[in-house]
């Protein structure tokens, strides 16, 4: 069974700053999922990748298969990006889930 | 497209009443998954179907717990009787793949008393 790790736990920053968050798995993985769920509630898939780097406006995901990590960074945060950010990992027909990163960004 | 749809938004019980949650995913999209997430336990993937056929349902916690997908525009979420530690959020996705993007549905908020 995949073991999926996130880190931090817990992020505060203020508008304007370069955040990271970090994934990291144990057993091989199909694609990596990368997902954001607003404080209401709602989850949005933000990226799907099994290898490189992928970027969507002011967010940028990459992979490295040979070190099982993931990393998720969003350029110059805004307060509307606040939100728990949660890796999720395809392998063998099994989705594994991480715990999520709630990050916080103040204005 | 309307998105992943499911209804109730939200629903509340009492212990030993069968409930129903439901699902339509996108059109066109071959592959529907049911999650739960809790405080206690996150996101966790309960069952998944391909072309309306159920694939791996390992993540069902139990016989009171039964999904089905009848055709490929509807699913349906079981529990009966339903008890309060099933309270909590049940999310719907649909995808081309398993390794495609996940489309999520709103949720459906259950409590159950």
């Known amino acids: 069974k995949n073991e999926v790790e996130q880190s931090p736990q817990n992020l505060t920053a203020q508008e304007g700053e370069f955040i990271t968050i970090n994934c990291s798995y144990s057993v091989g993985i199909s694609a990596l999922h990368w997902l954001q769920q607003h404080p209401g509630g709602g989850i949005v898939s933000l990226f799907m990748?099994?290898?490189g780097k992928k970027k969507h406006g002011r967010l940028i995901a990459t992979i490295n298969i040979q070190e099982k990590h993931s990393s998720l960074h969003i350029t110059a945060s805004h307060p509307r990006d606040s939100a728990v950010y949660i890796c999720?990992?395809?392998?063998?027909?099994?989705?594994?889930f991480g715990s999520g990163t709630q990050l916080t960004v103040l204005p | 497209d309307a998105g992943v749809i499911q209804s109730p938004r939200h629903e509340v019980t009492e212990m030993g009443q069968e409930v129903t949650l439901r699902c339509k995913p996108i059109s066109g999209h071959d592959y529907l998954f049911w999650y739960r997430q809790t405080m206690m336990r996150g996101l966790e993937l309960l069952i998944y179907f391909n072309n309306n056929v159920p694939i791996d349902d390992s993540g069902m916690p139990e016989d009171r717990f039964s999904a089905k997908m009848p055709n490929a525009s509807f699913s349906t979420l079981k529990i009966q009787p339903s008890e309060p530690r099933d309270s909590a959020v049940y999310f719907c996705a649909s995808s081309l793949g398993t390794t495609d993007t996940q489309y999520f549905g709103p949720g459906t908020r259950l409590t159950v008393l």
């Open positions: 999720a990992v395809s392998f063998a027909r099994q989705l594994t």
């Open positions: 990748l099994s290898s």
